[in-house]
């Protein structure tokens, strides 16, 4: 069964400071992978998404994130980051029958603070 | 604009009752889930459906029931052999296809009283 590891419960950043969110995941076929950003009380807000080819991909906010088969990893960075950062990070995993998409299968997530 | 309308926001239930969260789309997605949110365990899927008329079991359905008679919507019902209702809800929706990612509503919080 698939599943997403994500090591970090909580991560405090001093604003203007270099982000890195793990994740890792595991999934017996190709995976298709994304990063979702949540603020308190809201819906998920989707950052970015591999399927295939780069293996570095561009998204949303300044946000960039990178696939590396060989560590079962999709980890999120951002260079610098700003006090609107803070929220909660999630990154999932699709599942897919040959009808089509069966969900996602999300990690707990990350709590991500930000001090002056 | 296109989006995802869940409500109402806030929902109270008391126990031994049924109660049903909306979840409607004009984004015309052909696809549409059902996520069960609690504090540190991140997201868990209740049901989705893929098409009008059909619905799969998620991985925590139990206690739980769906329809999916319009393309448009995709109703909850929280029935009352959950015995741990309190929760946020997520809907989200997605074209057809494998490289369609879930848009997702602002969420309902359901709680006992």
């Known amino acids: 069964a698939q599943s997403v590891t994500q090591p970090d419960i909580h991560i405090t950043v001093s604003e203007g400071a270099s982000l890195e969110l793990r994740c890792n995941y595991s999934y017996g076929a190709t995976p298709y992978l994304f990063w979702y950003v949540q603020s308190p009380g809201q819906g998920l807000q989707l950052l970015l998404k591999y399927f295939s080819g780069d293996t570095l991909v561009q998204g949303i906010k300044g946000f960039e994130a990178e696939f590396k088969r060989s560590q079962s990893s999709f980890n999120l960075r951002k260079p610098s980051v700003h006090w609107s950062d803070a929220a909660e990070y999630f990154c999932a995993v699709a599942m897919y029958s040959g009808g089509g998409a069966d969900g996602l299968t999300f990690g707990k997530g990350t709590h991500l603070i930000i001090q002056p | 604009d296109g989006g995802i309308t869940q409500s109402p926001k806030y929902l109270f239930r008391k126990e031994g009752q049924n109660v049903t969260l909306s979840c409607e789309q004009n984004?015309?997605?052909?696809?549409m889930y059902w996520y069960r949110q609690d504090p540190g365990q991140g997201l868990r899927l209740i049901y989705y459906s893929q098409i009008v008329n059909d619905f799969q079991k998620g991985d925590i359905a139990e206690g739980y029931s769906v329809s999916r008679e319009k393309k448009e919507s995709f109703p909850l019902t929280v029935t009352s052999a959950q015995k741990n209702p309190t929760a946020f809800y997520l809907c989200?929706?997605?074209?057809?296809?494998?490289?369609?990612?879930?848009?997702f509503g602002d969420g309902t919080r359901l709680s006992i009283l």
């Open positions: 989200a929706s997605s074209m057809a296809g494998e490289m369609s990612p879930q848009h």
């Open positions: 984004l015309n997605h052909d696809a």
